[in-house]
């Protein structure tokens, strides 16, 4: 069974760092696209980050480009999202999800339980 | 950038009628679409990909149609479970969400 759990959220000042992990397992990490998705409070969903199987190719919405760093461990099975410089706006539920394959270009199935970012001071 | 639409934002239906949500890309998609479903305080949850194929596991109630920019995903028949909020995602052109519908209880 594919699991994905992520950490790492919390209360942070703008300005300030985090990183967010996912941690996977059920499936070979390497072999598979991976991607990050936010949900401010009672908003929609929006995409943050994509990175393709094996990391050779990244993406990144327009509002966290130069700020925020997506990666992944193959030898940890742990998909990561470095933020920098976070903005209030930047609050929300963080999940990371699994593409259907290593090309980012499809679907993500399933998703993480989600990881809660608070900026504020 | 495409942006996707749904209507409409909520619709209140009544269990066992059928509910039919209505997603639109701001250029063509292929069938490069996929619906969602979420529950309060929950992850999303794949229902549909490629536009009209069922993830596994997935009722064959729910079934989606559409091609190009004009999409469709049908519940037939309501149930309890169903009440929840649905998105649809476009992964042709980079991937964008819609805004979601809320199916709520008539």
């Known amino acids: 069974e594919v699991q994905l759990l992520e950490s790492g959220g919390g209360l942070v000042q703008p300005g300030g760092s985090l990183r967010l992990s996912c941690a996977t397992s059920g499936f070979t990490f390497s072999n598979y696209a991976m991607t990050w998705v936010r949900q401010a409070p009672g908003k929609g969903l929006k995409w943050v980050s994509s990175i393709s199987g094996r990391g050779g190719d990244r993406y990144y919405a327009d509002s966290v480009k130069g700020r925020f760093t997506i990666s992944g461990d193959n030898s940890k099975n742990t998909l990561y999202l470095q933020m920098n410089s976070l903005r209030a706006e930047d609050t929300a539920v963080y999940y990371c999800a699994k593409h259907y394959s290593s090309s980012p270009n499809s679907w993500f199935d399933p998703w993480g339980q989600g990881t809660l970012v608070t900026v504020s001071s | 950038e495409t942006v996707m639409t749904q209507s409409p934002a909520t619709m209140s239906v009544s269990p066992g009628e059928r509910a039919t949500l209505s997603c639109r890309a701001s250029?063509?998609?292929?069938?490069?679409l996929a619906w969602y479903q979420q529950k309060p305080g929950q992850a999303p949850r794949l229902l549909i990909y490629?536009?009209?194929t069922r993830a596994t596991g997935i009722p064959a109630r729910f079934s989606g149609s559409g091609s190009g920019t004009e999409f469709t995903l049908t519940i037939s028949r309501l149930q309890s479970e169903d009440f929840a909020l649905y998105y649809c995602q476009q992964y042709n052109d980079w991937w964008t969400f819609g805004p979601g519908t809320k199916v709520e209880i008539k």
């Open positions: 490629g536009a009209s």
């Open positions: 250029q063509s998609v292929n069938s490069n």
